[in-house]
């Protein structure tokens, strides 16, 4: 779409939930600024698909968001590369159980690091250029931000870190840029497997009954990115009511 189109940067876009979310916007007509970790091949994968549909519409960054000095490297890139940005999606996450007992500073470290320190920091560089375009930004946070989440207390730590900067950067940032959260249930079984005890126990306190599906994580982020023109310091839950279990 040239330069006209809006531009966003996506956290963690390789795969999952993030390249669901990156596909939807670039349907949408946003030009993306792809971030991956390791995943190369997924996201060289994923920017050829987008490519082939829009050319000249994706720009590939790599990065270790828990290397402080990349964070507004990215955003300076970005623009460098397509000279504005219109969103800032923070996707990425570390996930991982942390037996409290045994807990050590390393584990609470990495896991604040990239699900808090880095969209704080990334929100603060790219804050000025999305005021320019009255931009918005999307952080996908989780419903275990807002309940604990047995033999997980420093991952729900750190993402009701990032639901409560949602809440303190809509205030420091309005009016001319929007910030609101996507806070999942369960939507992709984890990568090692969950025993199928432990999924029926799952869905049973579902309300729908199902798991949800990245493309509706994307739905949603689209919408508050786009269309949710008076909605600031929110919190989404898409979780197939799951919230509503005690």
């Known amino acids: 779409m040239g330069e006209t189109a809006p531009v966003a940067l996506v956290t963690g876009s390789a795969r999952r939930i993030g390249a669901a979310i990156a596909r939807r916007l670039h349907a949408a007509g946003y030009d993306l600024a ?8 997924d996201a060289q994968a994923l920017a050829a698909e987008l490519e ?29 590369h397509f000279g504005r940005l219109d969103a800032l999606v923070n996707n990425a996450s570390a996930f991982y159980p942390t037996a409290f ?38 952080n996908i946070a989780d419903i275990y931000a ?11 730590m750190s993402k009701a870190t990032l639901l409560h900067m ?17 806070s999942p249930g369960a939507i992709l079984w ?37 269309d949710a023109r008076y909605c600031t310091g929110q919190a989404l839950h898409v979780d197939g009511g799951r919230m509503l279990d005690a």
Do not use: C, M
Request: proline share 6%.
């Open 166 to 182: 949602t809440r303190a950067l809509a205030l420091e940032l309005a009016p001319q840029v929007r910030v609101n959260a996507v």
């Open 52 to 80: 082939t549909a829009r050319a000249g519409s994706t720009f590939l960054l790599q990065a270790d968001l828990a290397q402080f000095d990349r964070l507004p490297e990215l955003v300076a890139k970005t623009l460098g």
């Open 190 to 226: 984890p990568e090692g497997g969950k025993d199928a005890d432990a999924q029926a126990a799952l869905l049973a306190r579902t309300p729908l009954g199902r798991i949800g599906t990245p493309q509706e994580i994307a739905e949603a982020a689209l919408w508050l990115l786009r």
């Open 101 to 138: 007992g045994a807990t050590t500073p390393a584990q609470w470290d990495a896991l604040f690091a990239v699900n808090a320190r880095a969209p704080f920091f990334l929100a603060q560089a790219a804050a000025s250029h999305l005021a320019s375009a009255n931009g918005a930004i999307v």
């Open 34 to 41: 792809l971030h991956y970790r390791d995943s190369e091949s």
């Open 146 to 156: 807002e309940r604990p989440l047995h033999g997980h207390a420093v991952y729900a």
